[in-house]
């Protein structure tokens, strides 16, 4: 009897130990999950995207545009160049270092713009259209686990790195057990005012021949406005093209050349 | 008739006998005196803020689309820019306008605003050395153009310095580098080496693109304005708007793209903050008598001359900088090297050094420096939201500065500067039938269906919701398209040099038509038969005058005239009630007088008609007097005139003096209502008089 008391006891002792282990996640292993998405989402080479951008507002009428997304994740770098409507056409975004530029060939000049700009007057940001680097700029603490419709999702909660400079500094991320997709990402201001949803319903996986892996794209974005409510963006990644691109694409020379 | 002459007789005996006369004769002449000169007072500056206003930008009429949600703004309202609708072709309306016969010239109009964005100096001084070398690739180097390069590129490495220097200040001030990232540290340390010019031209752009990206954003970002404009047709404006004076620079050239800056914004918003607090700090003194000394709205100005020189020293390039220390050295009198100590020093004002150091600030230091940050020439890159919801920049080269006389400084119309209508076209973004077509067209390949907030979570991950992950391969992307758009609009600096013809001026989108009459007198017959004109064509139309066109600021004379008017009908009110009393006691004063002439038979009436009559030949004397002494004295001001001790008078004056004019309406009015106003308080007493009985008189003791 008294080894049986102490036994259960024992067994008593590893259940309730163990317990929070089996909810929480190690921070560790939130870092890792952050970085696996990261990872997923990057190619080794270049990377070049058609997308279709919409903002929706009330009262208004609504903004469309096409632009083709150039990125090279090796050395972190981003070019938005527009192509539709034709009034847009050349107008563009160069990311280089932590300068956001903006370049419009109706009257060829370059403006530095902020991470907080909303991209061609929508909802988006500059982080929106770039490679993910949660795992560089955010610490994670895990929540626990929720349903998101037929998902049943990891929620965890980000807040920014000292000196790094994002758009919002808090994010609450609900990532798919299964896949280990992010679903839905909701950002916050450091107020803890919630500023935008964005969800994320479809995911495209593809295999790349720099990365010799798949590499996975948010297919379609679906951004909601939580202050203007009934303001959303959506933004939607027709194709994607992993060949090589031209070496001196992101600089400002070349997209002036390409104005001349 | 004999009965009338008794009664004169009788009241100008009266005239000056009892001192309570003399009393009542004095506040009518006094009263006389304020209607004449308040009444053309008022008449002269509501005339003279209509004229400033009619002849500025609003015209007598003002017609616009019924199809508009807001009503015509042209100074902006408090909500900012109205919404209007567009009058789709100008050119439609204006023969229309022009049909009827009183009216002389109609112009288009357009009112929006806009934002202009500059980065901070050094961003400037990058994109004016990228745009030497580009002008080197297009058309081949010439010793002018390695100069010029040479210059700046020694102005930029100046900067560099500064912000070495500057960085090691704060740095010892604050005590250690904590916060610096690293790689700006690097960068300017980069920046700063020999190796890094000595190798500049092998790869010019490599250097900039390292200087625009690593060092200026180190130094606070620029300045965002808001600018707010009106699109014409420039010439015909001119030729309309009487009160329109340029004051810097030159008009836009008939045909030409352009702009003409407000003088107020000019100052205000570009010029050199330094010279600007200078500027203030001597009106302030002159025109309100403050003291450095007294004032602390001045104090704060001085101090921010003496901290803040940084837009003074990044300005100039190392040749000027030398210069410039040489000059404060022999000002100042001293040897110190360093031009901010040396600023500092010269920037330590109080009431006796003030006006030598300002007048030394514009001999001396002026001509070093660059006063203002656009000159008259350059062009100016304009930010709008066009009415589609896409933003669309332009390139509007600036000619000159222009003042609407007497609105130089009300901030409202000061806000207010001129574009030609093409530039204002290509800003406001008219959405075309082709537009809309395209835009659906995009819309409609994309084959999104439309989710909102409440329903999209259910709808994109519930249980009907598609596959999560889907394979795909990477396509091919032909991206030329993306560069056509940027070729279409290559002509930018053409477009600055074309010249249009009237036809394509006016066929086109406006916003209003200002009208102007030949005859301002038949103003609202005119609006009305107009507006029937209209109605009878089929045009959704709606024509207002320029009261109601100029919004806050017509809204402001009318209430300035209620004030006027105000304060008039006050002075009527008490001169009335002291009339009134002081009748009352003359009456009972002579109640035995009275009583005694109803004992000897005088009627009723004729003691009615002795009071009234009396006050009447009251009125008139002093009120003739009074009207006199006012005319006299309206005189004197319409000579001399009155000036304008702050920026509301201003406004009210329509310019720095008021030269009021007396009309013989003035006067009429005047003598109308003296004697209106002394007739109405003798009514009473005068009643009280013919209810004296002889007995009761007899009863009176002394």
Not at chain 2, 566 to 592: D, E, G, K, S, Y
């Amino acid at each position: 009897m008294r080894l049986m008391n102490m036994l259960s006891a024992a067994a008593l002792a590893v259940a309730l130990l163990s317990a929070p282990a089996a909810l929480a996640m190690e921070q560790a292993e939130q870092v890792k999950l952050l970085a696996t998405i990261d990872d997923r989402q990057r190619n080794g080479g270049d990377y070049k995207a058609m997308v279709y951008l919409e903002q929706k507002e009330k009262g208004k009428a609504d903004l469309v545009y096409e632009l083709v997304v150039y990125r090279r994740d090796a050395d972190d770098k981003l070019m938005m160049l527009f192509t539709k409507p034709k009034a847009e056409a050349g107008k563009g975004y160069l990311r280089l270092d932590k300068n956001l530029w903006n370049y419009d060939p109706n009257v060829g000049r370059w403006e530095r713009r902020t991470e907080r700009e909303r991209i061609a007057g929508t909802d988006s940001r500059r982080a929106d259209f770039d490679e993910s680097r949660l795992a560089e700029e955010f610490d994670p603490s895990y929540e626990g686990e929720a349903k998101l419709g037929k998902y049943t999702a990891h929620v965890l909660n980000l807040k920014v790195k000292p000196n790094v400079d994002v758009a919002y500094p808090v994010l609450k991320l609900w990532v798919d057990k299964e896949s280990g997709n992010i679903l839905k990402q909701e950002e916050y201001a450091l107020s803890g005012r919630k500023m935008r949803t964005a969800l994320y319903p479809r995911w495209k996986k593809m295999f790349s021949e720099s990365k010799k892996d798949n590499v996975w794209v948010p297919e379609e974005m679906r951004i909601y406005d939580e202050v203007e409510k009934g303001n959303s963006t959506t933004i939607l990644i027709k194709t994607v093209d992993l060949r090589p691109l031209e070496a001196n694409l992101f600089t400002k020379a070349w997209l002036e050349s390409k104005s001349r | 008739m004999g009965h009338f002459r008794l009664l004169l007789q009788v009241a100008f005996r009266n005239l000056f006998t009892s001192k309570i006369n003399l009393l009542i004769g004095g506040i009518i002449f006094f009263g006389t005196l304020l209607v004449v000169v308040g009444g053309a007072l008022m008449d002269s500056m509501d005339s003279a803020m209509s004229r400033s206003i009619i002849g500025s930008i609003a015209g007598h009429i003002q017609v616009y689309s019924d199809d508009s949600k807001d009503p015509l703004a042209l100074y902006g309202s408090m909500s900012g820019e109205p919404d209007l609708a567009a009058l789709d072709d100008f050119s439609q309306l204006k023969p229309f306008l022009e049909k009827h016969p009183n009216v002389r010239t109609v112009v288009p109009l357009g009112t929006s605003s806009a934002i202009i964005t500059s980065g901070n100096t050094v961003d400037l001084t990058l994109s004016r050395l990228r745009e030497l070398y580009k002008t080197r690739d297009d058309a081949g180097e010439t010793p002018a153009l390695r100069e010029n390069i040479d210059s700046v590129k020694g102005h930029v490495r100046q900067m560099v310095e500064l912000m070495a220097a500057q960085t090691a200040k704060s740095e010892q001030e604050l005590g250690g580098g904590a916060n610096k990232d690293p790689a700006e540290v690097e960068a300017l340390a980069r920046a700063r080496t020999d190796a890094f010019w000595d190798t500049f031209e092998q790869d010019p752009y490599g250097a900039l693109e390292l200087l625009e990206n690593r060092i200026a954003p180190q130094i606070p970002d620029g300045d965002m304005l808001e600018l707010r404009y009106a699109g014409t047709d420039l010439d015909a404006f001119q030729r309309t708007f009487d009160r329109m004076e340029i004051v810097d620079g030159q008009a836009v050239p008939t045909g030409q793209r352009g702009m003409l800056l407000s003088k107020l914004f000019y100052e205000e918003f570009l010029k050199l903050k330094s010279a600007l607090r200078m500027d203030h700090i001597k009106q302030q003194r002159e025109l309100n008598q403050k003291t450095i000394a007294t004032d602390p709205e001045l104090q704060r100005w001085v101090k921010e001359n003496q901290t803040q020189t940084r837009e003074i020293i990044f300005q100039l390039d190392p040749l000027k900088t030398r210069e410039m220390v040489s000059r404060l050295q022999k000002l100042l009198g001293t040897q110190e090297a360093g031009l901010e100590p040396l600023l500092t020093r010269f920037f330590t004002l109080d009431d006796d050094n003030f006006d030598t150091r300002y007048a030394q600030f514009y001999a001396e230091l002026a001509p070093l420096l660059e006063l203002y940050r656009l000159r008259m020439g350059d062009t100016l890159t304009i930010t709008a939201f066009t009415r589609t919801g896409y933003m669309q920049s332009a390139n509007v080269k600036v000619y000159g500065t222009y003042q609407f006389k007497g609105l130089e400084k009300s901030a409202m119309a000061g806000a207010l500067s001129l574009m030609d209508l093409m530039s204002f076209r290509d800003l406001y973004g008219y959405l075309t039938a082709d537009k809309k077509a395209e835009l659906a067209a995009i819309q409609k390949q994309s084959g999104l269906t439309a989710l909102n907030r409440e329903q999209a979570e259910e709808a994109l991950f519930g249980e009907d919701s598609g596959v999560l992950v889907a394979e795909a391969a990477s396509t091919d992307i032909d991206d030329r398209a993306a560069f056509l758009g940027a070729e279409e609009t290559l002509k930018r600096d053409d477009l600055l040099q074309r010249v249009y013809s009237q036809q394509e001026i006016e066929q086109g989108v406006a916003l209003s038509a200002a009208v102007m009459l030949k005859d301002p007198e038949q103003l609202e017959q005119t609006m009305a038969e107009l507006r029937q004109a209209a109605k009878d064509a089929g045009l959704k139309l709606r024509v207002v005058s320029w009261q109601e066109a100029a919004g806050i600021i017509g809204q402001f004379v009318l209430l300035g005239k209620l004030v006027l008017y105000f304060a008039v009908f006050i002075i009527f009110v008490v001169a009335l009630v002291i009339i009134n009393n002081a009748m009352m006691m003359a009456t009972l004063q002579r109640v035995r007088e009275v009583g005694t002439m109803r004992a000897i038979g005088a009627q009723r009436s004729f003691v009615l008609g002795m009071v009234l009559v009396e006050t009447l030949v009251l009125g008139l004397v002093f009120g003739a007097a009074g009207s006199l002494v006012g005319s006299g004295f309206m005189a004197w001001l319409h000579s001399t005139g009155i000036p304008a001790g702050n920026e509301a008078l201003y406004f009210f004056f329509s310019g720095p003096r008021l030269f009021p004019s007396l009309s013989a309406s003035n006067l009429v009015a005047a003598f109308v209502i003296v004697l209106g106003v002394s007739a109405i308080s003798t009514l009473y007493p005068a009643f009280l008089a013919t209810r004296v009985s002889p007995l009761q008189a007899m009863q009176t003791d002394e």
